[in-house]
């Protein structure tokens, strides 16, 4: 089992869809790898996950 398969069945507490681009398997997968990576802060975590969405798209479902 994967990372992303195992939190890819975790329910999605959001409440409103038509405000959620991305699942929250990505979100969580995204931030694990920038923290990882040495992400201290929310802005750095979305400049990790932009600097590296080519990569990124080869195994998540960005929008």
């Known amino acids: 089992m994967s990372i992303i398969d195992y939190f890819g069945g975790m329910e999605d507490p959001r409440t409103k869809e038509h405000k959620i681009l991305h699942k929250l398997g990505d979100i969580i997968f ?12 929310w802005y750095e975590i979305e400049d990790y996950g932009n600097d590296k969405e080519p990569w990124l798209r080869t195994i998540l479902e960005l929008s």
């Open 30 to 41: 995204i931030t694990i790898a920038a923290v990882l990576c040495g992400a201290d802060d």
